[in-house]
């Protein structure tokens, strides 16, 4: 069984179709990108798969059930097996660090003491080179530095299915090596990814399927070497 099937999605917005008509598949343990120009509708796409926006029409299954029409245990039970990391790192402004990062946790982990939360936590930022206090708010934090802690909420349950949205833009070419290769450790292990990057090194070094969307569909499949 497909881990993921968009049968005939699209996604309209008040300026227009943004995902026209798409059906694809994807499998379980496979490395996905998208690629494309800028308002293409690569991001969008992603986020549809990820059960993050609804589609306008069609649907996406994970597992052969529709995302949208999961009951609650059903769709937390999905949630808890994925991580996304945002373009815009979608930190919540009014919390410290330790909180955006936490969240996941409180979620899927209520009965889990402080104290292993934070242990968790500041094991995640260590693989991510994050040292800083965890205690500061996303403002107080370069862009690259919040797009370190984005990535740090979405790797702290563990998840078996990455979505990255531009995940080492922002980044310094040591701090975008490091993420690189925490991904290529994730795909070792069999985890699932599907990505969004317009960064040609990173589509060369994690590969995968790679799918170019052109105005909202799906337009070619390209090989690796012509990224």
């Known amino acids: 069984m497909d881990l993921f099937t968009a049968e005939n999605v699209s996604f309209v917005s008040s300026t227009g179709t943004i995902i026209d008509d798409i059906s694809l598949s994807i499998q379980s343990g496979t490395v996905t990108g998208f690629i ?46 994925c991580g996304f990391v945002f373009q815009d790192s979608a930190l919540w402004a009014n919390q410290s660090i330790m909180q955006n990062i936490e969240l996941p946790l409180l979620s899927h982990f209520p009965s889990l003491d402080k104290g292993h939360r934070v242990e968790i936590i500041r094991n995640v930022c260590a693989e991510l080179g994050y040292d800083k206090n965890l205690f500061l708010r996303p403002i107080d934090l370069s862009m690259g530095e919040q797009k370190k802690i984005a990535f740090a909420r979405a790797l702290v349950l563990k998840p078996k299915i990455l979505f990255l949205d531009e995940c080492i833009e922002s980044l310094d070419e040591k701090s975008g090596l490091q993420i690189i290769e925490l991904i290529e450790k994730f795909i070792e292990k069999g985890g699932t990814v599907l990505y969004v990057s317009h960064n040609k090194y990173f589509v060369q070094r994690i590969g995968g399927n790679i799918i170019e969307i052109e105005a909202g569909r799906l337009r070619t499949r390209a090989r690796q070497n012509e990224v």
């Open 36 to 81: 494309g120009r800028s308002g293409c509708g690569k991001s969008t796409l992603l986020k549809l798969l990820a059960g993050v926006l609804v589609p306008s029409n069609g649907r996406v299954m994970f597992r052969g059930s529709d995302i949208q029409a999961m009951n609650d245990a059903a769709n937390k039970a999905f949630r808890k097996r």
